[in-house]
Structures are given as structure tokens and as C-alpha cells.
């Protein structure tokens, strides 16, 4: 055997453990990690980790992970790439009491998806929203907290086709909507809202406009100073679909406005509203499954409800 193929055979394992190496090293760079203790001219590794939010997303590859390691504020989120934002280990809190939403999602093409999960959101009144959605394809809420925002606590204001997945959300004292599901002309929101709570905002728990999809399911909706749930079409479709939910303390506990808004009901349990289900205006529908249940809610003639069957 000559030289040459001496060497070759003997580099040979080294390069296959070698190539094996590159991927996993540039895995681990995907992941960076935040701490009250770092420093934004950190790499943002977990030794050496970022202070806010801000630095660490400038460092952040496209599809990257940041999750933090101690509990902490780290500033405002404006994100406009796909990422994971995982805090459930260390919750972080995002104060926006300077009239700025907390979380902006926009990302240029409008494609990709972004995950948000372990955050407190908290506006102390301010004027903005705990979570604005401009544009992704896909967007994730989990174990997220939303409070005191003085517009919505998530704002879906979608200019391209979305599909959000709001898990296990707590969106309380807002000074609108828990959730206001408003997409620009052109696009529609799909939206799933699953054991979550939507109480004590001002206006509406969760109010679909035109062309939101929206399905709610067992989850909780109370003390919401207008309606708990609310579709609204003004000029095209919308669906409000409530499975396995509790509306309570409301002034109604469901509406529907508008020709073209249309609200499923199936396992719905109304208690203790003004209305338990106001009369459809301008032509919406209500379908219902016959299969709900309403008590102690005062309207006058007791529950306000255009169904033969609840």
C-alpha cells in the first residue's frame, strides 16, 4: 500500500467522527439562553448568556430556540423571524406599561412560525396590546399570562392567512378583548383557544370579526363586562365555535351580530349572565348541538335565547 493510501485509511475514521460533529455543534448554536445576571455582548450561550430579548434575537439564527435560565424581565418582544421563545422553566416577565404592545409577531414574509411560552405579560394599564399577531403562518401561546393591557390582550390582526393555537392562557383585566380575533381584509384566522381563561376585560372575552374561524374549547370565560363571547360580522363570514365552555358573570353570555356571523354551541354551560344568549341581530345564527345548559342568569323572562332547544 503506498503512502498516500496509508494516511487516507488512517483519516478516514477521523473525518467520519468529524462530520459527524458539525451538525450537533451547529444544532447547539440554535439554542441561546437569557438571564437577569447576562450581558448582551455575550454569545448568548449558556455560560456566557444575553440580558434582553432584544439582544439575544439580533444573535438568533432562523428557527432558534431562547429559553431562560433564571426568572427575570428582558424587555419588549419583537420578533420578526421564525423562533421558539420558551420560558417555562424560569418565567420571564414582559412589562409594556410605556404604551408599546409586549410581543409583536411580524414576520417579513409573512411565513414560518414562531412559538411563545412561559411569559407574564403585564401592561400596568398602559395603552397597547399583551400580544399583537401581524404576520406568521403558524403561532403558538402556552402557559402565557396576560393582564392590564389597556387595548386587547391578544390583538390577531393578520394581513396573510394565520393559523394561532392559544394553550393553558390566563387573559384577564384587559381594557378591550382577552382575545380580539380582527384580521385585514383579504385574510383569514384560524384560531384554536383550548383550556384557557378569558375574565374580567372590559369588553369581550374573545370576539371573532370577518373572516376569523375561531373554535374555543374547555375553557372558561367569565366576568367580561359586555359579552364573554362574541361573534361580530360586519360584510363577510365569521364562526365562533364553543365546545365544553363555561360562561359566566357576563352581561350576555354569547352574541352573535351580523348576516354573516354564525356561533356553534356544543356542552355550553351559561350561569349567572343578565342573558345567557342574546337574540341574534341582523340576520346571524345560532346552531346549536342541544346539548347545553343555562341557570341563574336574570334577564327579565329569565334565559334570553331565540333556540326551541339550548
Known amino acids: 500500500m503506498s503512502t498516500c493510501r496509508r494516511i487516507a485509511a488512517a483519516l478516514a475514521p477521523v473525518l467520519v467522527v468529524l462530520t459527524l460533529l458539525v451538525p450537533a455543534a451547529a444544532s447547539a448554536q440554535a439554542v441561546m439562553w437569557l438571564s437577569v445576571n447576562g450581558d448582551d455582548t455575550n454569545p448568548c450561550s449558556r455560560p456566557l448568556a444575553c440580558r434582553t430579548f432584544t439582544g439575544v434575537f439580533s444573535k438568533l439564527p432562523v428557527g432558534g430556540e431562547v429559553h431562560c435560565i433564571d426568572s427575570g424581565d428582558f424587555g419588549l418582544l419583537q420578533i420578526n423571524k421564525s423562533m421558539t421563545v420558551d420560558c417555562r422553566?424560569?418565567?420571564?416577565?414582559?412589562?409594556?406599561?410605556?404604551?408599546?404592545?409586549?410581543?409583536?409577531?411580524?414576520?417579513?414574509?409573512?411565513?414560518?412560525?414562531?412559538?411563545?411560552r412561559g411569559l407574564t405579560i403585564d401592561g400596568g394599564n398602559s395603552t397597547a396590546s399583551g400580544i399583537r399577531v401581524v404576520n406568521a403562518t403558524d403561532v403558538q401561546i402556552e402557559d402565557v399570562t396576560?393582564?392590564?393591557?389597556?387595548?386587547?390582550?391578544?390583538l390577531v390582526a393578520n394581513t396573510a392567512n394565520t393559523w394561532l393555537?392559544?394553550?393553558?392562557?390566563?387573559?384577564?383585566?384587559?381594557?378591550?378583548?382577552?382575545?380580539?380575533?380582527?384580521?385585514?381584509?383579504?385574510?383569514?384566522?384560524?384560531?384554536?383557544?383550548?383550556?384557557?381563561?378569558?375574565?374580567?376585560?372590559?369588553?369581550?372575552?374573545?370576539?371573532?370579526?370577518?373572516?376569523?374561524?375561531v373554535v374555543v374549547s374547555d375553557s372558561v370565560l367569565t366576568a367580561n363586562y359586555t359579552h364573554n363571547a362574541i361573534a361580530a360580522s360586519a360584510a363577510q363570514p365569521t364562526s365562533l365555535t364553543l365546545e365544553r365552555v363555561t360562561s359566566s358573570y357576563g352581561l350576555s353570555g354569547v352574541q352573535a351580530i351580523g348576516a354573516q356571523a354564525t356561533v356553534y354551541l356544543s356542552n355550553v354551560?351559561?350561569?349567572?349572565?343578565?342573558?345567557?344568549?342574546?337574540?341574534?341581530?341582523?340576520?346571524?345564527?345560532?346552531?346549536?348541538?342541544?346539548?347545553?345548559?343555562?341557570?341563574?342568569?336574570?334577564?327579565?323572562?329569565?334565559?334570553?335565547t331565540p333556540l326551541a332547544q339550548f
Not at 384554536?192 to 374561524?213: F, Q
Request: overall charge positive.
Open 269 to 304: 354551560t351559561t350561569v349567572g349572565n343578565l342573558s345567557s344568549l342574546q337574540p341574534a341581530i341582523g340576520g346571524a345564527r345560532y346552531v346549536s348541538f342541544g346539548n347545553n345548559r343555562s341557570a341563574g342568569n336574570t334577564a327579565p323572562g329569565g334565559t334570553t
Open 146 to 154: 396576560i393582564r392590564r393591557q389597556g387595548a386587547s390582550g391578544i
Open 89 to 116: 422553566a424560569a418565567p420571564a416577565v414582559v412589562r409594556n406599561s410605556n404604551g408599546f404592545n409586549g410581543v409583536v409577531i411580524s414576520l417579513p414574509d409573512a411565513s414560518g412560525g414562531v412559538a411563545i
Open 165 to 213: 393555537t392559544v394553550v393553558n392562557v390566563v387573559s384577564r383585566e384587559n381594557g378591550q378583548h382577552g382575545v380580539l380575533v380582527a384580521p385585514s381584509a383579504g385574510a383569514v384566522a384560524y384560531v384554536s383557544v383550548s383550556n384557557s381563561v378569558l375574565a374580567a376585560n372590559h369588553l369581550s372575552g374573545i370576539r371573532a370579526n370577518d373572516n376569523a374561524v
